[in-house]
């Protein structure tokens, strides 16, 4: 759960952009999870990584990460950046599996409640 999502309107806007891509796990009509990228030159922002409450821990964020860096890969994307709560431990654990690494802290980066983000970064050799 998101503690300022992101409103509908906003959502569908970038969705609209050619520099934006936003992938989708979905299993019977539900969605299961969403990942997304902002793509500048060589390099993507990972800016939206959801899962479901009821599949978190399984696979489906290293599957969209698949896919994501599969079609970053066919962009000519050589490095992908994110942040993430400094409390989200699953989330950094997961992140370092795809091969991010944490590379700074943005201090009071993210409200509700006030907390520093992790800015972890993956570059393709």
Same mark, same amino acid.
């Given at each position: 759960?998101?503690?300022?999502?992101?409103?509908?309107?906003?959502?569908?806007?970038?969705?609209?952009?050619?520099?934006c891509h936003y992938l989708v796990a979905e299993e019977k009509e539900q969605i299961l999870g969403c990942v997304g990228m902002v793509v500048l030159g060589e390099e993507a922002d990972v800016d939206k990584v959801m899962v479901a409450a009821?599949?978190?821990?399984?696979?489906?964020?290293?599957?969209?990460?698949?896919?994501?860096?599969? @079609? %970053?890969? *066919?962009? #000519?994307?050589?490095?992908?950046?994110? /942040?993430?709560?400094?409390?989200?431990? $699953?989330?950094?654990?997961?992140?370092?599996?795809?091969?991010?690494?944490? @590379? %700074?802290? *943005?201090? #009071?980066?993210?409200?509700?409640?006030? /907390?520093?983000?992790?800015?972890?970064? $993956?570059?393709?050799?």
């Amino acid at each position: 759960m998101f503690t300022q999502p992101w409103s509908e309107t906003a959502f569908l806007e970038l969705t609209r952009k050619e520099y934006c891509h936003y992938l989708v796990a979905e299993e019977k009509e539900q969605i299961l999870g969403c990942v997304g990228m902002v793509v500048l030159g060589e390099e993507a922002d990972v800016d939206k990584v959801m899962v479901a409450a009821t599949h978190q821990g399984g696979h489906i964020c290293q599957e969209l990460f698949a896919v994501l860096f599969t @079609e %970053g890969e *066919r962009l #000519g994307v050589q490095a992908y950046t994110l /942040e993430v709560r400094k409390s989200n431990v $699953k989330a950094l654990h997961i992140y370092e599996k795809l091969g991010f690494i944490a @590379e %700074g802290i *943005r201090p #009071g980066f993210y409200d509700r409640p006030k /907390e520093d983000a992790v800015i972890m970064w $993956k570059r393709i050799p």
